[in-house]
């Protein structure tokens, strides 16, 4: 009881303070003239300053490596997960900020859970209860990061059978590389969005530094089809190779494979289908069997 007691105070300090502290912000910008030793100013309304909460303040305390982008050790992780994901965040802060509202969410819940299991008198369970939601709320940001690169992948392979169709149609008129590139990526998806990146960087770079910066925004690290399309891109640039012939043979390399995984989709629907019909009529027997049992 004391503790909660303890717990209780500290929260309504807390709340006591951010309210002080937001009435006297408020107070303190009403109006939009401003002076200063008798020079008048406006004042900046515009793009204001945000200014993080004290549960905020507390978070980047406990954890500054872990939300604090001027800390924090897996920069280099976040922004490569941000280009693999196609930028759900702006920046690798606007993602910290989000991970500490997720966080913070969990932390509540786990808190929440662990104090109802010591209120009950379950004192072993309830640190293992809080752990576990502190895990989970310092991982699922990345988690939901990574899910949001597959889909990208996804998504990509199916754009790319497009993209390669009107890239070829292109290049069979005669029109030049670089313009049927900026051509497909006016389509649309995330295949011919990395085609217009692509394209935007070799004006800026050279092919070899422009494909470097292209492949860093692959979703998929390890697709092949992508890799391979970059890779006779380079080759076009570098050793003038016809790149014709190999985006033909691509489009019907990525064809066969979307066969092959709405085939391989179609068949887990119909085991999971078939599962769940076995499973409804056992249960419709037992249900029916169930109230006789009773008399045995």
Same mark, same amino acid.
């Given at each position: ?84 994901? =196609?930028? @759900? ?8 900020? +989000?991970? /500490?509202?997720?966080? *913070?969410?969990?932390? &509540? ?78 389509? =649309?998806? @995330? ?8 394209? +935007?960087? /070799?004006?800026?770079? *050279?092919?070899?530094? &422009? ?78 069997? =169930? ?6």
């Amino acid at each position: 009881m004391r503790l909660l007691i303890f717990l209780g105070s500290i929260s309504l300090s807390v709340f006591a303070f951010e309210l002080l502290t937001g009435m006297t912000r408020a107070a303190s910008t009403l109006g939009r003239k401003r002076t200063l030793n008798g020079v008048t100013t406006e004042v900046d309304t515009a793009a204001p300053i945000k200014r993080r909460s004290t549960w905020d303040a507390l978070i980047l305390a406990a954890f500054p490596k872990r939300f604090d982008p001027r800390q924090a050790k897996d920069m280099a992780n976040v922004v490569n997960l941000l280009r693999r994901a =196609g930028y @759900p965040y702006d920046t690798p802060g606007a993602f910290y900020t +989000a991970a /500490m509202r997720t966080f *913070s969410i969990y932390l &509540a819940v786990g808190g929440l859970l662990a104090g109802a299991l010591a209120f009950m008198g379950n004192l072993i369970a309830a640190p293992i209860i809080a752990a576990i939601f502190i895990f989970l709320g310092l991982r699922k940001p990345y988690t939901k990061m990574r899910q949001l690169a597959k889909q990208r992948a996804e998504t990509m392979r199916n754009n790319m059978l497009i993209g390669l169709s009107v890239l070829s149609s292109l290049l069979s008129s005669g029109v030049g590389l670089q313009d049927a590139l900026r051509r497909t990526s006016g389509v =649309g998806g @995330p295949f011919c969005n990395l085609l217009g990146l692509l394209v +935007a960087r /070799m004006e800026v770079e *050279s092919f070899s530094e &422009a494909i470097q910066t292209t492949e860093a925004h692959i979703p998929d690290p390890n697709d092949i089809e992508v890799a391979l399309f970059l890779g006779d891109v380079r080759d076009f640039f570098t050793t003038n190779r016809p790149i014709l012939s190999s985006v033909q043979a691509l489009q019907a390399s990525v064809h066969r494979i979307l066969i092959e995984d709405t085939e391989a989709r179609a068949s887990m629907v119909r085991q999971r289908s078939g599962l769940f019909g076995i499973l409804s009529i056992v249960g419709l027997i037992f249900s029916l069997v =169930g109230p006789f049992m009773g008399a045995f």
